[in-house]
């Protein structure tokens, strides 16, 4: 740990996290960990999700409303669906403390910077983030410290953004265990939109595609679902209203990439229907290499699953 981030000496006094799904409760749960705030606050709109947060001491407090979890915090971290940033930062904008620093988790950073940085008073900073982590589970349940280990979080800084405060925030994340990137909005949502956002589209689609084939019933779609379509699935799980509001707020990229990759389906099936082998085996060979790839960044394990892990830990519990 670096010095001063103890819980004797913290980087923040307080910590509101608006929003405790998935991410807002992981930060809370690697921020304790790491001992980087002195508290943490946070807010849900509903009564189930703030009676949890404080039950799973994710948060001393959890309030109804973000202005009242703003009010003295030091770190602002807007945890929630990017369609709502706006009117979350129209309504904390006039609350916030002064040399507050406030970020976001959103996948889509030109949504983020264009709904929340015109909220934002002087003196406080605002800078733009992603951690690029997660799963297919969701809520405040659904957190783990070990979350952000090693893996990349990307910010996106403004280019009047106060030096000392992207500084300390890009601590922050290292602290909470990930990784820091710097680049533009613009760059992150295009390179957001082929590695995870048309990605998922393409799970989405396919696993609805399979289940309204006429002459496969659901039944069968689930009983032999090979690991390919297992893992099509498990993307598919993802929370449908965040997802939503990523595709809504990243078009430009999204459909720019999808045009990229209908051309490069299209040449696939030119290659199945006509017996041209060479070019899907290198097609293959390339895909194969970005996988080993990812392996060897240390993003991801060479170890074969399939859903086995999972059905040994139930058989563990039995």
Same mark, same amino acid.
């Given at each position: ?257 999808? /045009?990229?990759?209908? $051309?490069?389906?299209? %040449?696939?099936? *030119? #290659? &199945? =229907?006509? +017996?041209? /082998?060479?070019?899907? $085996?290198?097609?293959? %060979?390339?895909? *194969? #290499? &970005? =996988?080993? +790839? ?25």
């Amino acid at each position: 740990m670096a010095p001063g981030n103890s819980e004797n000496n913290p980087m923040f006094k307080r910590m509101a996290l608006i929003g405790i799904g998935l991410i807002g409760s992981s930060i809370s749960h690697a921020a304790r960990r790491a001992g980087l705030v002195s508290e943490i606050v946070c807010s849900s709109l509903t009564a189930e999700e703030r009676e949890r947060a404080e039950k799973l001491g994710l948060a001393t407090k959890a309030y109804p409303d973000p202005i009242d979890a703003v009010k003295g915090a030091d770190i602002v971290i807007l945890c929630t669906p990017v369609g709502a940033f706006q009117e979350i930062a129209e309504a904390i904008g006039p609350h916030l403390e002064r040399g507050a620093i406030v970020s976001d988790v959103g996948s889509v950073k030109g949504a983020a910077v264009r709904d929340i940085a015109p909220h934002i008073p002087d003196g406080v900073h605002f800078i733009a983030g992603h951690p690029i982590a997660g799963t297919e589970q969701s809520g405040p349940d659904a957190g783990f410290a070990e979350l952000f280990d090693g893996r990349w979080c990307i910010l996106t800084p403004g280019p009047d953004a106060d030096p000392k405060a992207l500084a300390k925030l890009e601590e922050f994340w290292r602290q909470l265990g990930s990784n820091v990137e710097l680049m533009t909005p613009e760059h992150h949502d295009l390179v957001l939109a082929i590695t995870s956002h048309v990605p998922h589209l393409i799970a989405y689609n396919i696993v609805n595609t399979a289940a309204h084939l006429e002459r496969v019933t659901d039944s069968e779609v689930i009983k032999f679902s090979a690991a390919g379509f297992r893992d099509f699935t498990r993307i598919a799980a993802s929370d449908p209203v965040m997802w939503r509001d990523v595709f809504l707020n990243n078009k430009e990229a999204v459909l720019e990439m999808l /045009g990229r990759f209908s $051309e490069d389906l299209v %040449a696939l099936q *030119r #290659a &199945i =229907r006509f +017996g041209d /082998g060479s070019t899907l $085996e290198r097609t293959f %060979a390339d895909a *194969r #290499a &970005i =996988r080993r +790839g990812i392996i060897q960044a240390g993003q991801d394990t060479a170890q074969p699953d399939f859903g086995r892990g999972a059905a040994r830990a139930r058989k563990g519990s039995d």
